[in-house]
């Protein structure tokens, strides 16, 4: 197993900007400098992003956008394709920008938050078996895996050495 990279690749960001902006063009839709910011954020981001992290990430940058503005652009972003929505059973959901391995999947810390992206050829392979074995045929896979950061880990560690 190796963790994803999920910094987007040098230039990526302007790449993608530029398919949003012939996107919202071609659907005849006001390509605007809140869309555009809000769009830029995750395109730039190497993390699943909430809006409230979007509407923090551009209020430090000096812009005013209000979260039901992030939420109808994120929205657009996934109906499009350029985004993919995760929910991680945080109560809200994460965005993701969609260009990078199409195959990854997810552990998720239960104390901090924290998403690890990754991928597993092993995963992939025993896939393929059981959905074979079964005449399945699997047009997409979810894996979320659900436990403690290292960090998280270690303090949980130390919390019950003290404890004990």
Do not use: W
């Not at 652009?73 to 929505?85: D, H, I, Q, R, W």
Request: aromatic share 6%.
């Amino acid at each position: 197993m190796r963790a994803v990279e999920t910094r987007p690749p040098l230039g990526c960001a302007a790449v993608m900007m530029g398919v949003f902006r012939a996107v919202l063009q071609e659907d005849h839709l006001p390509v605007t400098q809140q869309r555009e910011a809000i769009a830029q954020v995750l395109f730039e981001s190497g993390r699943h992003l909430s809006a409230e992290d979007i509407v923090e990430k551009l209020r430090e940058g000096g812009e005013s956008v209000g979260k039901a503005t992030v939420y109808r652009t994120l929205n657009l972003l996934v109906k499009v394709g350029l985004a993919v929505e995760h929910d991680f059973d945080e109560g809200f959901k994460r965005y993701e920008m969609s260009a990078g391995p199409s195959r990854h999947d997810h552990l998720i810390c239960t104390s901090c938050g924290t998403v690890v992206e990754f991928q597993s050829s092993d995963l992939d392979d025993l896939q393929a078996e059981v959905a074979g074995s079964h005449g399945f045929h699997i047009l997409t896979r979810q894996v979320k895996l659900y436990g403690l950061c290292p960090a998280c880990e270690e303090s949980a560690d130390a919390e019950l050495l003290r404890a004990g």
